[in-house]
């Protein structure tokens, strides 16, 4: 059985405004720290890769990609 989880309108506009209310092209700096914001942990080998609080495996299957 697959595990589904669901995001909370109030913090998937919290993610939305995140993003959009940045300056566009950002940096990578911009990037990060708009991730650790958020409360994404970044993967300690590859900083594009990060879980949040929906990834449902364990080795930082979400992607910045």
């Given at each position: ?53 929906l ?7 979400t992607?910045?990609?």
């Open positions: 059985m697959t595990e589904m989880k669901i995001l909370p309108v109030e913090r998937a506009v919290e993610w939305i405004r995140a993003w959009a209310e940045l300056d566009w092209p950002i940096t990578w700096e911009t990037a990060y720290a708009t991730r650790d914001k958020l409360g994404w942990t970044p993967n300690p080998q590859d900083p594009e890769l990060f879980t949040t609080e990834t449902v495996n364990e080795d930082g299957g992607s910045a990609h």
